[in-house]
């Protein structure tokens, strides 16, 4: 899973570079526009680098990566779904034009992985018979964020996630006591960060890693998908 969290991240940097690089043609298109005195400004008001994560009220985010926990030894299975996030402070841009750059608000979703039994390879396949395990994630969290450039934001995101496993013996998380009681639902603490880039008008890039913390056996997810704006 480290490996996973390091290539994140190198893709996080490539892309940053990549948003810099944008947010100067983006500054070189805008429009420009003559007054009476003959000074030429720039509109920023057309600026297409700020379209896509500046205007986000509503986002929805497909995504797909990998889900590490610990079931006999540390494994990683394919998992995918999405995130949906509403930013409260876009109803407050006009108490200020810094209050553009922020993202506050609610974020939810499903991430769904497959574990297989245990030694199962990366797609939960295995000629290996066992107990079979499914798990899904449910984010309640709060979101916190910043455009550092037009086309890039960081942001931080906590609060819990809703762990659903159909074979909790197969996934120990630490309360032993539901691994005999059938499928379980356990609400956990998370915590993890949203690196997000703005391609267009209404879509863009998000790599997403997230730790859900328990008792015996955290949670390890990194994700990367695509925000299609719908406000």
């Given at each position: 899973?480290?490996?996973?969290?390091?290539?994140?991240?190198?893709?996080?940097?490539?892309?940053?570079?990549?948003?810099?690089?944008?947010?100067?043609?983006?500054?070189?298109?805008?429009?420009?526009?003559?007054?009476?005195?003959?000074?030429?400004?720039?509109?920023?008001?057309?600026?297409?680098?700020?379209?896509?994560?500046?205007?986000?009220?509503?986002?929805?985010?497909?995504?797909?990566?990998?889900?590490?926990?610990?079931?006999?030894?540390?494994?990683?299975?394919?998992?995918?779904?999405?995130?949906?996030?509403?930013?409260?402070?876009?109803?407050?841009?006009?108490?200020?034009?810094?209050?553009?750059?922020?993202?506050?608000?609610?974020?939810?979703?499903?991430?769904?992985?497959?574990?297989?039994?245990?030694?199962?390879?990366?797609?939960?396949?295995?000629?290996?018979?066992?107990?079979?395990?499914?798990?899904?994630?449910?984010?309640?969290?709060?979101?916190?964020?910043?455009?550092?450039?037009?086309?890039?934001?960081?942001?931080?995101?906590?609060?819990?996630?809703?762990?659903?496993?159909?074979?909790?013996?197969?996934?120990?998380?630490?309360?032993?006591?539901?691994?005999?009681?059938?499928?379980?639902?356990?609400?956990?603490?998370?915590?993890?960060?949203?690196f997000e880039f703005g391609l267009g008008q209404?879509?863009?890039?998000?790599?997403?890693?997230?730790?859900?913390?328990?008792?015996?056996?955290?949670?390890?997810?990194?994700?990367?998908?695509?925000?299609?704006?719908?406000?």
């Open positions: 899973m480290l490996k996973t969290f390091k290539g994140a991240l190198a893709l996080t940097a490539a892309l940053a570079s990549f948003s810099t690089v944008a947010l100067a043609e983006d500054y070189s298109s805008m429009d420009s526009n003559t007054d009476t005195s003959g000074t030429t400004t720039k509109d920023v008001g057309n600026y297409n680098g700020d379209s896509m994560l500046k205007r986000e009220v509503v986002g929805i985010k497909p995504q797909v990566g990998a889900l590490s926990t610990s079931d006999r030894s540390q494994d990683s299975r394919l998992a995918y779904g999405f995130t949906a996030d509403l930013n409260l402070a876009s109803s407050i841009w006009k108490a200020g034009s810094k209050m553009r750059n922020v993202f506050f608000g609610p974020s939810t979703g499903v991430l769904y992985s497959n574990r297989g039994a245990a030694g199962s390879n990366f797609f939960a396949s295995s000629d290996i018979s066992g107990d079979s395990a499914k798990l899904m994630l449910i984010p309640a969290n709060l979101k916190l964020g910043y455009n550092i450039t037009p086309s890039f934001r960081v942001s931080a995101h906590g609060g819990g996630n809703f762990v659903y496993r159909n074979n909790p013996g197969a996934v120990q998380l630490g309360n032993l006591t539901s691994t005999s009681n059938g499928a379980d639902w356990t609400l956990r603490p998370n915590v993890g960060a949203d209404n879509f863009g890039l998000i790599i997403r890693p997230d730790v859900t913390l328990n008792p015996g056996n955290d949670l390890y997810s990194a994700t990367i998908g695509f925000n299609a704006l719908i406000g």
